[in-house]
């Protein structure tokens, strides 16, 4: 139940970060703060991996990135071309053998790759390698990809590259790192986001932009759905992949999952989340004292709703910020206290008022009702509840950890039988055209399957 | 530089807890969840000391409370009684010896007890124990007073205490455990917070509500100034000294040192703050197209201010709430990104914008100077400084760390020195009337010694 | 010099260590028991895999037995069927990365394995894999192998192994898990020492007969050279190799290796080293007063020296057990107390007398050096070293851990010259003949390509 | 049961170690190295404290010396003074509050301590000092020999300590450092081993003699019965009690607790064990094929019984030396193997053959009848038991960790249902006097009361 509280949310699974500096200099803390800006994309397991032009150097941990590393390790991780990867995942596979970058030698050298997304056909392509003799270490997609540029390497590996994305289906946003070379790779709906960076000395590729501000790189453009970058000595090119594929990136980075001061595909997620507010406060608007938010995601929603109705946005709750991993679970007898340790609310601020408390998304609904119910307990006369994404109704293949379609309240439940649920005294959800206006597009390349159930692609079969 | 971000701060050096369960249920969880809850007021060493009635039991270590604490360590903490520490320090002094809570056997049992503030006659206590030959296993104030109480216990713990109070001077806010007993001691002028919470089957003693609120204990009431709370098997009775003093909190506690959730002397913490982010906009108004805070704890500053002129408010930075104690530091080459590593302004929100950015407080500058070029790099037009407390020019020796008088830039520099200093366009600091007023107080009950100089008690000799 | 002390020995690469059970109780702690009687083979990682018919499990990590492993870990390894590795290695190598058993998904399951040996063609064999597109990810030598084995696996594993035993070459014993087998592997020349051991519900499969004795199993013989034998819920099977080969198992397990209480190919080492003293006494008899060993592997040969010559054993040295990896080292200044440090000498047993030290070997002289001179500044009158193992003058490659051929005192002296290099008063080595006889055999089924170098299969190119 | 194996066993509580140098370099590193090579005699916590002339520095934690110290912790230990503690203690006491040396502040600058030995009047002295109003923040005794010290402290430290000297009564080889002093001093009845150590530039005061050994330090005397040394910039000098006391050392030094390399009081531990197994031979001769011993502690036993009698001496136990603190102990199923976990039997030496197996000790005779057991399964004739101490009998109070008189086998049980207890062949203690003679001595400056109940001085009131 207190666990809840942080696993009641959709979590992206992984972040990538890749560095390359053409004064030879080394990058390894380069990577480092780029994962630490992309900490919040995964926190189960970090690694990076350099390249000095001979051989490869690699450390990976379980832990924060600042667990995994420490000065003596950074000596040890020598060379201009580097790599790295922060990592979430599902219990089962929660090992430090899968933990990436994954480095392995090949017959032309050595490659290292991070990879964030999810293959749809990984189990298809696995088997047929097995079938040919190929033996896995682990469970991670990167290892069947790595498998596939070493075999189509004959040609070099951005031949090799694009012939493995003939092959892979799914979401998938790459760091690859050879002797030479930096390449990023982005799949051809460009499901999962991923961007480039300009330094005096070289480049950087980041899952998003808040990792190249880290090391005051310069955000020029995205890696296009479907477009390989490669970046060596001689600068940086691209190559496209020929056949067109519909792009569909992952709405919910904007929602929840990318930094505020990220920006991705050209628009900014503060700004998205801010539109969302006010576009919920068009759909569903409310006569109450005070605009709260759940923190942090829901601020700047919350503040967008705030100044669409001129009603007070203030904060709601204290976040206790010092939850480590030894946190001590609150046994039976003070179980209902659990919410409040993480989440307590401001009493004096709240106490006879009518509040709206915006949240970005209901998964299971656990917490929510946790959450109102706290608030109410707090003295709050109403509390109406506004969600910044429509009802998440769909389970995501894309490299989206989310539960069973029947614990998802949005494909169970009618949003008046949520409202009971959760105890709000209203409860409204922004439409699926409001939130693709939220990031300022009349058509359509957002996928917002988990909403909609439009799969841009073929989903794996059970 | 770096770590300015975080040191350039006034810091509170310890928080306490306590707690009473006539049941006789075990208290050391609920220490440990008050704990956790006020670890914003000390991450340096964390304590927890329990008693069964019999004999102590304790565990005290470095770092973060979840850090030190873990199942087999509360096995071994029985009892129905318990009190609890967290500390911060200054370097010298930053080693487990000197963590707290302090316990004892003396001549009629054990008395456990747990300190924040800071005695400005030690010194002197400390020479004339040695000289009837007392030894000195650590140098916290903690040991001064356990010896003095012991000395004086032959009529019980309470008169005992009353005796050391003639004696001791400066800031104490005490949680003091007996065999039988947990008792809560604020110092004549009430310099730091305590506050007393009823359990369903006891009562709690805290520096801040906030950790009433992490056991599920109501606030009674604060613990008076010079008072001497007792909490037995017989209820809870109250000493109170027979001299009068005059009442002198530290007014920093709303500035900056309590949690927004608390509520301190009647007054609630975020409403002060809110409260002086709209008089600071009646002091200081600017005509500008946003308000943005230093986050966290100027947050609700700014929200006043931004309604006070009807500027909307928006986020303006991002913080990165995964640092640890391990975090590599940038080297010479990438010192200028130390900031943003810590905090990234939200650069889309700020381009082309004048701003008005709050902030509670200015110690040394250098941050306030790093935080303000970074916004102009992010592209702000302008950027205005509001200061959500008078210039601090008076070192602190109530148990707050404070540099040098030299270094602080408000007792060297006139305001607009300050303002050339740290690069702002304009910059207005609240008066220390307003300020008074923003905790709703005519007269003078606080101490605002660190602005004024108007030291409510005497001050150690150098 | 200090690393010296332990540095200057040969070193054994590996351990391993399988263990079935029929009645399909876990194995896992037998598995842990076995390795550690099995560590002074590998102290720098261990590991372990099982499985429970469905799947594998396993855990490695760096350090010794009882570090890697702790209660929380032995539950999540569940199952009837498992193996483990203790690990040896050179610095460049020593991650954890390179830590076994390797455990790997093929076609037809999982195969788990574990390696004790080197082989001398894995370069070639790795390049021709490589060609066929297959990556690595370790630098070990069980990744070839297994690699090998999931391609010929169409017959099943055990004729896998066959053919895989065909192409590799140098020294392997091998211990190997599927889903319902362990099998254990002797290379053709039985380079590296395997036994079997009967358990009441299964069997064992270790490196040397102390790890059968560590869980209660029967040593029923060794692994022939050449041998597969397969384990399953039928009972034991065996394969041998059509084609035959010479014998040549490594006599080094004699001398140091394993341990004394160990019989391998049905040789008793406690006695096989006493036979060496004895020997050794005829070859270089002393006249002095006290024979005394280097502790621990010299001491039955002293023993044996000093029954067939009639001279007082004593101990002569009290070893310091207690060094562990974060032992500091002495300063400069302090240097010429390393040895004692470690090795302190008996004084008042030594103080005027003549000594004759046993020692199992000489590799690279600079301990020999500094363990005289310690009996010499103890007083002793006369220090004459006997060596229970012909010059150390060829390096090994299969499996043992030698420095450069030029590092090699027995390469590069004579042996009046290494008397002088030491500073012993005499010293006399065994003779290989001598060596052959003290493990019983006449004629030649053991390598002593170290001594002679007489290299019972090619070597690698350079 | 496991765990009896090395539990039953008497245990020394600690080891000290002090060191003076007056060329005012830095003593950290050799007190480290002189703890190291006194692990044996205590290896639950270790502590170092030195003095710079102006003010202490210490750490101390729990483990092994090599666990707790590191390179950073070295560089802040400053000064040519230092001091050291190991301990061994009882469960109960366990934690690391009450590790030394005990480092204080008093009236006239800093005192560091550290205590080997046990005061039988501790809780008298504690109970008055009480009344007088010290709190006491520990239970060992340092903390109340250092008051003792602090309050006579007015004429100096020596006249201080004469003082004190005057009050304690028990076991006490202490180790005290001030700020221009490090002063040495043992018990009027030299209970507890201490000596003195010449370096080329200071002094050394140690526990035995290994640990001036382990610093280059030439063993000039033991420190005598109540004898202060006091060693500063002037050099060394003496001050004697003007009571005579009996000397009463402890034996147990020289059959068990001191290293055999050690020498106490001008015997040589490793002799007086050869001695003791000659004069065991002559008082219980037996007729078999081999003499073995428990390894370590009784080997030179063992070669002196062999020695004496004729009879070949062989190792009949391969001692596993790598259980660390965490190994995992064995369940119910495979509790027959622990002991051979730790003592594997060397069979091939032992089957068919008539062996005489040497103890040091037997305590509560478990562990023997384990040991026995396991000979006998592992095949010997005839397994026959002598001891090289008299039966155990009467609990310790001057320092040594001994079970109940009731759990002592040897005060419940005559010799010969001991025997049939452990289930040996025969059974034979040395004599007291055949002990007594061991050390070489005719009268009796020796304490037995462990074999005779004859206290040297009186023992605690229960």
Chains 1, 2, 3, 4 share one sequence.
Do not use: W
Request: aromatic share 8%.
């Amino acid at each position: 139940m207190f666990n809840n509280l942080s696993c009641d949310k959709l979590k992206e699974e992984c972040g990538v970060m890749g560095v390359y500096r053409n004064t030879m200099d080394d990058v390894a803390q380069m990577v480092y703060y780029g994962l630490f800006a992309l900490q919040h994309r995964g926190q189960e397991s970090a690694g990076i991996a350099t390249n000095d032009g001979n051989m490869p150097y690699f450390h990976k941990g379980m832990g924060l990135v600042n667990e995994v590393f420490n000065d003596e390790i950074f000596r040890s991780l020598k060379g201009n071309i580097g790599i790295g990867h922060v990592r979430y995942s599902t219990t089962g596979e929660s090992y430090i053998n899968n933990a990436q970058p994954l480095v392995v030698k090949y017959r032309r050298g050595s490659i290292g790759l991070a990879h964030n997304g999810n293959l749809v056909n990984a189990p298809l392509i696995r088997s047929g390698l097995e079938d040919d003799g190929v033996v896995f270490q682990t469970t991670i997609d990167s290892e069947v990809i790595v498998n596939l540029i070493a075999r189509y390497s004959s040609d070099g590996i951005p031949t090799a590259i694009e012939r493995t994305m003939d092959l892979i289906k799914g979401a998938y946003s790459l760091v690859i790192m050879t002797e030479g070379e930096l390449i990023g790779v982005r799949d051809p709906h460009g499901l999962r986001p991923l961007c480039i960076g300009k330094l005096e000395d070289g480049y950087v590729i980041a899952s998003e932009s808040c990792g190249l501000d880290s090391v005051g790189a310069e955000l020029i453009r995205d890696v296009e759905p479907g477009e390989i970058v490669i970046i060596n000595q001689e600068g940086i090119r691209s190559i496209k992949l020929n056949k067109e594929y519909k792009k569909a990136s992952c709405i919910f980075e904007y929602i929840y999952f990318a930094r505020p001061d990220s920006v991705i595909d050209g628009v900014g997620v503060y700004q998205a989340r801010k539109n969302a507010g006010e576009i919920l406060a068009k759909e569903h608007p409310v006569e109450v004292d005070m605009v709260i938010a759940v923190p942090d995601t829901s601020i700047p929603a919350a503040i967008g709703y705030s100044e669409a109705l001129g009603i007070p946005f203030s904060e709601g709750f204290i976040k206790n910020r010092y939850i480590g991993r030894t946190f001590i679970q609150p046994d039976q007898s003070m179980r209902e206290l659990a919410v409040r340790l993480k989440l307590n609310p401001l009493r004096s601020n709240i106490i006879g008022k009518r509040v709206v408390m915006i949240d970005d998304s209901i998964v299971r609904g656990t917490t929510s009702k946790q959450i109102v119910n706290t608030l109410k307990r707090a003295g709050a006369k109403e509390v109406h509840v506004r969600i910044s994404s429509p009802p998440v109704a769909y389970s995501c293949y894309y490299g989206i950890d989310t539960p069973d379609n029947k614990q998802l309240i949005g494909a169970v439940k009618t949003i008046e039988e949520i409202r009971q649920a959760i105890g709000a005294d209203s409860l409204g959800y922004i439409s699926p055209e409001g939130l693709k206006r939220s990031v300022g597009i009349a058509n359509d390349p957002y996928c917002t399957a988990c909403f909609c159930g439009d799969y841009p692609l073929e989903i794996p079969l059970r």
